[in-house]
C-alpha cells in the first residue's frame, strides 16, 4: 500500500495536470448529480468549500443553492493553533478575504462563528484520495478531521449532518492508511455519480 505522503503527491499532481476544461466538464457533472439527490433537496443549512487550482469546483451548485434559498456556509479558519475550523453563513453578495494560505473566506461578524456542526444538513467536503470504506485523504493539515471529531461522540449518527466528499473518480484508491483521527465520508461524489459508504438515502 503506498503511503499516505506519497500518495497524497501523486494524486495532487495528477489532478494538476488536468485541463481546465476536463475539470469544468466533470465538476458541472458533479454538481449536477449533487443537485439531482434527494440529500441535498432535502437539505437546507449545507457547508461548501471553495474551490483551489483545478479541486472539484462547486461553483455551479452553489449558485444553485442560492436561488433554491437554501443556508448556505463556507469554512474559515479557527485559532492560529487550533487546527479547526468555523462554518459561516455566506450570501452571494458576501465578500471574501484571504486567509493565512491564500485561501478565500467570507468576511463576517465574529458571532456568527458560533455556528453548531450539528446545525447543518450537509458539509461537502474537498480532499485529495478517497477509498472504497469511506476514508478520506485531505491535504495534510487535518483540519476537516479535528473540526468534525466531536459529532463522533457528541451526536446521535441520525443527527449529524451528511459528511460527503467531493472528488474526480481517479482520486479513488482501494484502501488508505487510517488514522486513529480519521472522520469518515458518508458518501462521495464524482462525475460518474453519487455513492453512499453508509446508510443514507439519495
Known amino acids: 500500500m503506498e503511503d499516505r505522503q506519497s500518495l497524497r503527491s501523486n494524486i495532487r499532481k495528477r489532478r494538476a495536470q488536468q ?10 457533472l458533479i454538481s449536477q448529480h449533487l443537485a439531482a439527490s434527494h440529500v441535498y433537496q432535502r437539505a437546507q443549512r449545507i457547508a461548501f468549500y471553495l474551490a483551489q487550482g483545478n479541486e472539484a469546483d462547486l461553483g455551479l ?27 459561516v453563513p455566506c450570501a452571494e453578495d458576501t465578500p471574501l478575504y484571504k486567509n493565512r494560505f491564500g485561501i478565500d473566506e467570507p468576511v ?8 453548531k456542526l450539528r446545525n447543518l444538513d450537509l458539509i461537502l467536503m474537498p480532499l485529495v484520495a478517497f477509498d472504497q470504506r469511506g476514508n478520506r485523504l485531505g491535504m495534510g493539515g487535518g483540519f476537516y478531521d479535528k473540526t468534525l ?9 441520525w443527527s449529524r449532518p451528511k459528511r460527503i466528499g467531493i472528488a474526480y473518480a481517479f482520486q479513488g484508491v482501494e ?22 459508504f453508509t446508510r443514507g438515502t439519495e
Open 19 to 28: 485541463e481546465p476544461a476536463w475539470c469544468e466538464t466533470n465538476s458541472r
Open 61 to 87: 451548485l452553489l449558485q444553485n443553492a442560492w436561488a433554491a434559498h437554501k443556508e448556505v456556509y463556507l469554512p474559515i479558519l479557527g485559532l492560529r493553533y487550533s487546527g479547526q475550523l468555523w462554518f
Open 108 to 115: 463576517h461578524a465574529p458571532h456568527t462563528r458560533r455556528t
Open 149 to 157: 471529531a466531536s459529532l463522533q461522540t457528541t451526536s446521535h449518527h
Open 175 to 196: 484502501a488508505l492508511q487510517g488514522q486513529t483521527w480519521d472522520v469518515p465520508l458518508d458518501a462521495i461524489v464524482t462525475e460518474q455519480g453519487l455513492h453512499w
